[in-house]
Nanobody
Framework: QVQLVESGGGLVQAGGSLRLSCAAS????????MGWYRQAPGKQRELVAV???????NSADSAKGRFTISRDNAKNTVYLQMNSLKPEDTAVYYC?????????WGQGTQVTVSS
């Protein structure tokens, strides 16, 4: 089992920045990759960015050039640095971790971008 706890969400004006954190605990040795998803009201959950144990990253087109995913293996923590935020980035952001066939989710953190 893996437990994920997100933090860092909040209210920010358009053009501002936020950094989300996701701390993993439990069977962290079995984690292959971690990432961030988001879900806006009335929309499906969508991938924002993912990072593997080897540091390979991939991001959604909407995040490229503005969001950066990184990880601190010593702290078992993944970060999502979000810059140049737009109102359409408003959503609940979820941390995810994968251990082979299993996936785990955090409880989510609200990000609200005002215009």
């Amino acid at each position: 089992q893996v437990q994920l706890v997100e933090s860092g969400g909040g209210l920010v004006q358009a053009g501002g920045s936020l950094r989300l954190s996701c701390a993993a605990s439990g069977s962290i040795f079995s984690i292959n990759a971690m990432g961030w998803y988001r879900q806006a009201p009335g929309k499906q959950r969508e991938l924002v960015a993912v990072i593997t144990n080897g540091g390979i990253t991939n991001s959604a087109d909407s995040a490229k050039g503005r969001f950066t995913i990184s990880r601190d293996n010593a702290k078992n923590t993944v970060y999502l640095q979000m810059n140049s935020l737009k109102p359409e980035d408003t959503a609940v952001y979820y941390c995810a971790a994968w251990t082979g066939p299993n996936g785990y989710w955090g409880q989510g953190t609200q990000v609200t971008v005002s215009s």
